[in-house]
């Protein structure tokens, strides 16, 4: 299985409500990033969590980091039908060299 | 903004043909990589490229192979293509070397191989 993966694999709500996506690993990480992917597009960058930290935000997102769980959550607040989007976990980590090891991402669906 | 263009939104191939999958990023990024994205399965690393010329296998070169003759192209080629290479294509570049630098995706190709 992957470095990452995400929990729930998808996810449905209504506009306004508030989004929980989590993401578990296997190893040791640097940092931590979550990117969302619009359906059928690239994907784009949300935020970089680094190993030493606990807590970021940006905006109406909040990403939490818990290294002794090897977790991390990412939550969106009041969320728009905008944010409709699979959201992925992607880990850096020594073992696995200059790479990102992406997870298989959660799909959130945001009813309006 | 950084922008990543691939050639193609979506291919068509006939199993054994040889296929071309252009990437070009417009802002002198060194470091530029090779995704598949499969239902399931996330997005797993084909190739990946530190510099011009240079080229390092990911975790599923199997099939595949690349060129990087200029810094800002990244060409993936399927030498005989087949069915079990229909999937999402993504590329993707990030300014220096390390995995904390964050990547810039482009659109993507959805190849299907007949």
């Known amino acids: 299985s992957q470095q990452g993966e995400e929990d729930p694999q998808a996810l449905s709500i209504q506009e306004g409500e508030n989004a929980t996506m989590n993401c578990s690993y296997k190893?040791?990480?640097?940092?931590l990033q979550w990117y969302r992917q619009n359906s059928g597009r690239g994907l784009v960058h949300l935020i970089l969590i680094r190993s030493n930290e606990r807590e970021k935000h940006s905006g109406r997102l909040r990403v939490t980091l818990d290294t002794s769980k090897k977790s991390s959550s990412l939550l969106i607040t009041a969320s728009r039908a905008a944010d409709t989007a699979s959201y992925f976990c992607a880990t850096d980590a020594w073992e696995y060299g200059n790479k990102l090891v992406f997870g298989a991402g959660t799909i959130l669906r945001v009813k309006s | 903004d950084v922008k990543v263009t691939q050639s193609s939104r979506y291919l068509v191939k006939r199993t054994g043909e040889k296929v071309f999958l252009e990437c070009v990023q417009d802002?002198?990024?060194?470091?530029m990589f090779w995704y598949r994205q499969d239902p399931g399965l996330g997005l797993r690393l084909i190739y990946f490229?530190?510099?011009?010329?240079?080229?390092e296998k990911g975790d599923i070169p199997e099939g595949y192979s690349v060129s990087r003759e200029k810094k800002e192209r990244f060409s993936l080629i399927l030498e005989s293509a087949s069915t079990n290479q229909t999937s999402m294509y993504l590329c993707a570049s990030s300014l220096l070397q390390g995995a904390a630098e964050t990547q810039y995706f482009g659109p993507g190709t959805r190849l299907l191989v007949l």
């Open positions: 802002m002198d990024h060194e470091n």
């Open positions: 490229s530190y510099d011009v010329k240079m080229k």
């Open positions: 190893t040791s990480i640097n940092n």
